[in-house]
């Protein structure tokens, strides 16, 4: 029969793993959609800490109630919000680049719900967050996401207090991630935008006659929208590098 200790003891092993992964779940792409409920999200960190837990050292904690059990709780849920963070950050660059594309092709205007964080989004945002989020999955981006989780802690055991100096810097570093990789994304059709937009400058002040907003406006969307049809293959070999090294500089924030 088993005593209360023991169950007590692997309740405290157990909670390490799931705030974690909990954690993680709660800021990471696919995992935070709102079409991933939260009973769906708990159950499966549930299984999975439940896999895990076997394989870690004991913690070296009595109680999760305890003041270190508390500290404990804090540090495994701050090393699951930065590898979901910095993940996220991704498809961030990717709704950072729709925008960009969208204002200069006048289209900032149509905005519609973003399905991964339900916030409003120019549509060409929107575009670019489902593509990140069929190639994430295309790439088992989630599984490798858990991978990251389980294997962090050969880097941060249980029993590490506090969090490394140098992984809170490398996490803020990595916030330049948004725009530059946003403006990788977006740049080719920036560019040819940005002709068009000069070529019609042109045309205005040779021909002031011209109605530059009944023709400008058209032809600068349906331009765009070609644009974006011809770099689709560059934009998803960007995206799919993008989103790789997100997973990898997530576990390399705390080497």
Same mark, same amino acid.
């Given at each position: 029969?088993?005593?209360?200790?023991?169950?007590?003891?692997?309740?405290? =092993?157990? /909670? #390490?793993?799931?705030?974690?992964?909990?954690?993680?779940?709660? &800021?990471?792409?696919?995992? *935070?959609? @709102? !079409?991933?409920?939260?009973?769906?999200?708990?159950?499966?960190?549930? =299984?999975? /800490? #439940?896999?895990?837990?076997?394989?870690?050292?004991?913690?070296? &904690?009595?109680?999760?109630? *305890?003041? @270190? !059990?508390?500290?404990?709780?804090?540090?495994?849920?701050?090393?699951? =919000?930065?590898?979901?963070?910095?993940?996220?950050?991704?498809?961030?660059?990717? &709704?950072?680049?729709?925008?960009?594309?969208?204002?200069?092709?006048?289209?900032?205007?149509?905005?519609?719900?973003?399905?991964?964080?339900?916030?409003?989004?120019?549509?060409?945002?929107?575009?670019? &967050?489902?593509?990140?989020?069929?190639?994430?999955?295309?790439?088992?981006g989630h599984l490798l996401l858990i991978a990251a989780v389980v294997e962090s802690y050969q880097l941060i055991p249980i029993g590490v207090a506090g969090l490394p100096v140098s992984s809170l810097s490398a996490v803020v570093a990595l916030g330049t991630m948004v725009f530059a990789g946003g403006i990788l994304l977006a740049l080719p059709a920036l560019t040819a935008l940005l002709l068009i937009n000069v070529a019609f400058g042109i045309v205005t002040r040779t021909a002031p006659q011209l109605n530059i907003f009944a023709v400008g406006f058209p032809v600068t969307i349906l331009a765009g929208l070609f644009i974006m049809f011809l770099v689709m293959p560059g934009f998803i070999e960007a995206l799919t590098q993008l989103i790789g090294s997100s997973l990898q500089r997530g576990v390399g924030a705390f080497g």
């Amino acid at each position: 029969m088993l005593s209360f200790d023991t169950i007590l003891a692997s309740m405290t =092993l157990f /909670a #390490a793993p799931f705030l974690r992964l909990s954690a993680m779940m709660a &800021v990471a792409p696919v995992f *935070s959609a @709102a !079409g991933f409920n939260v009973r769906t999200r708990a159950l499966f960190a549930v =299984l999975i /800490a #439940a896999l895990v837990a076997p394989s870690l050292p004991a913690p070296p &904690v009595d109680s999760l109630l *305890s003041g @270190a !059990g508390v500290l404990m709780g804090i540090r495994e849920i701050g090393v699951g =919000l930065v590898l979901g963070f910095i993940v996220q950050m991704a498809f961030g660059a990717a &709704v950072f680049a729709g925008q960009a594309i969208s204002m200069t092709m006048g289209l900032g205007f149509a905005m519609a719900v973003d399905p991964q964080n339900g916030v409003q989004v120019p549509v060409i945002s929107q575009l670019y &967050v489902i593509l990140a989020t069929l190639l994430f999955l295309a790439l088992d981006g989630h599984l490798l996401l858990i991978a990251a989780v389980v294997e962090s802690y050969q880097l941060i055991p249980i029993g590490v207090a506090g969090l490394p100096v140098s992984s809170l810097s490398a996490v803020v570093a990595l916030g330049t991630m948004v725009f530059a990789g946003g403006i990788l994304l977006a740049l080719p059709a920036l560019t040819a935008l940005l002709l068009i937009n000069v070529a019609f400058g042109i045309v205005t002040r040779t021909a002031p006659q011209l109605n530059i907003f009944a023709v400008g406006f058209p032809v600068t969307i349906l331009a765009g929208l070609f644009i974006m049809f011809l770099v689709m293959p560059g934009f998803i070999e960007a995206l799919t590098q993008l989103i790789g090294s997100s997973l990898q500089r997530g576990v390399g924030a705390f080497g």
